[in-house]
């Protein structure tokens, strides 16, 4: 794989380059996102090396439409629309920003960026195109046509085959940003971990984290189960959940691995209404101590619903158990995992944060570093291989 740090100044001088990034953060999370803050030096790097930069991103889930060259209404579809990251952007770059959208054809957006004096565009959102997440090859080679190189620091939904991810690559000389190859290298270090390997899983699903458990049931030393995906493990010994979520289908694979003696669950509750909504503190001192003598953590999702703080405790208590483990290296990953990170006013999503938590590495993916951990091949990170 071809990284950005291995290309020389000849290489990327009067270039311009297409940079996919992920910009589908809440606007106002979008300051302070790991998402955002991390693909900053790329863009600085790429500038400063004489390039254009023409990024490239989706937001959100917008119905897409046929072509571009129509004046739709989806096509300026507020909620969905990049605009706003034009702002964000500039103000974080202290650079100024073209925004291109698609009330034009691919020569006219063409002749935008190649007659523009600045040198950092916006390109509107891709999912509002029809071809972007059916991979489809003729958008990505339309796509390839506005730039001479193309870099993916899209982590986050490197686990999409979608044309500005995986199709573009094959019309263009192509490689791995810093924010990816941040992930690579951190993640696949995951797979020769320093024992003792300490897994915690919690959120609402755990289909989405079986794959992870199934790659990890011989490397790692211990799970420690939490949030909803507890309740299907209670459902597995027969045990009355009222109405706390649960996830009908996984109850067989819940069966299969509960008596694995290194798959912990609870052992208490912070129950309302006849909802299991926290772990309690008994459970928040065993996990506690286990945490303890780990020298490697992975952490996906939260132990109970943190949204209320009432039962954001078991949460709480993970993260604090983890920065307190001065020995471990952690890859704590998840949407809602890293928010509370910032809740917890640890501030650790600033990667500015490295020299307070030099031994913690917050992933930018969900869903992708499940995948990735799952020992998938990610086809964004394939395609570049
Ligand atoms: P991430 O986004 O970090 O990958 P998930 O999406 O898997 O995490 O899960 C996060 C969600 O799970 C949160 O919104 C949280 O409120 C919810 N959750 C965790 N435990 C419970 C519970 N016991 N009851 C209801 N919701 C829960
Ligand atoms: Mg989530």
């Known amino acids: 794989m071809k990284f950005l740090?291995?290309?020389?100044?000849?290489?990327?001088?009067?270039?311009?380059?297409?940079?996919?990034?992920?910009?589908?953060?809440?606007?106002?999370?979008?300051?302070?996102?790991?998402?955002?803050?991390?693909?900053?030096?790329?863009?600085?790097?790429?500038?400063?090396?004489?390039?254009?930069?023409?990024?490239?991103?989706?937001?959100?889930?917008?119905?897409?439409?046929?072509?571009?060259?129509?004046?739709?209404?989806?096509?300026n579809s507020k909620e969905f629309s990049l605009k706003p990251f034009v702002k964000i952007l500039s103000k974080l770059l202290n650079k100024q920003i073209k925004f291109v959208d698609f009330n034009k054809n691919w020569k006219e957006i063409a002749a935008t960026i190649n007659g523009s004096k600045n040198n950092i565009f916006l390109l509107e959102n891709l999912r509002?195109?029809?071809?972007?997440?059916?991979?489809?090859?003729?958008?990505?080679?339309?796509?390839?046509?506005?730039?001479?190189?193309?870099?993916?620091?899209?982590?986050?939904?490197?686990?999409?085959?979608n044309a500005s991810v995986e199709a573009i690559t094959k019309f263009l000389p192509s490689c791995a940003g810093?924010?990816?190859?941040?992930?690579?290298?951190?993640?696949?270090?995951?797979?020769?971990?320093?024992?003792?390997?300490?897994?915690?899983?919690?959120?609402?699903?755990?289909?989405?984290?079986?794959?992870?458990?199934?790659?990890?049931?011989?490397?790692?030393?211990?799970?420690?189960?939490?949030?909803?995906?507890?309740?299907?493990?209670?459902?597995?010994?027969?045990?009355?959940?009222?109405?706390?979520?649960?996830?009908?289908?996984?109850?067989?694979?819940?069966?299969?691995?509960?008596?694995?003696?290194?798959?912990?669950?609870?052992?208490?509750?912070?129950?309302?209404?006849?909802?299991?909504?926290?772990?309690?503190?008994?459970t928040i001192s065993l996990y506690e101590n286990i945490i303890k003598k780990a020298k490697t953590i992975i952490w996906n999702g939260p132990m109970g619903y943190f949204e209320n703080p009432k039962f954001a405790k078991g949460s709480e208590g993970i993260v604090k158990a983890i920065i307190n483990n001065k020995k471990a290296f952690s890859i704590i990953g998840g949407g809602e995992t890293t928010s509370l990170l910032r809740s917890a006013q640890i501030n650790a999503d600033k990667n500015a944060d490295k020299r307070r938590y030099p031994r913690l590495f917050i992933s930018t993916g969900g869903g992708a570093m499940l995948e990735y951990l799952a020992g998938k091949k990610l086809p964004g990170i394939k395609a570049l291989e």
């Open 178 to 282: 810093f924010l990816l190859e941040r992930e690579i290298k951190n993640l696949s270090a995951m797979m020769k971990p320093k024992k003792p390997l300490v897994i915690i899983l919690g959120g609402a699903k755990i289909s989405d984290k079986i794959g992870l458990i199934e790659n990890f049931i011989e490397r790692a030393d211990y799970f420690l189960i939490g949030g909803g995906i507890a309740h299907n493990f209670l459902l597995a010994q027969g045990l009355p959940i009222g109405d706390s979520i649960f996830e009908e289908k996984t109850v067989e694979f819940a069966k299969k691995i509960l008596n694995n003696k290194k798959v912990i669950l609870p052992v208490d509750y912070k129950i309302k209404n006849r909802k299991i909504l926290d772990i309690g503190p008994n």
């Open 128 to 161: 509002f195109l029809v071809g972007e997440e059916k991979n489809n090859p003729k958008l990505a080679k339309q796509l390839a046509n506005l730039g001479d190189m193309y870099v993916n620091d899209a982590f986050a939904v490197s686990h999409r085959a």
């Open 5 to 75: 740090k291995d290309l020389s100044k000849k290489e990327i001088a009067g270039k311009t380059c297409l940079l996919r990034i992920d910009l589908n953060i809440a606007e106002k999370e979008a300051r302070n996102s790991s998402r955002i803050l991390g693909i900053l030096p790329t863009i600085k790097f790429l500038t400063d090396n004489g390039a254009k930069v023409v990024i490239l991103s989706h937001r959100g889930r917008p119905k897409p439409v046929k072509w571009a060259n129509s004046k739709s209404k989806i096509l």
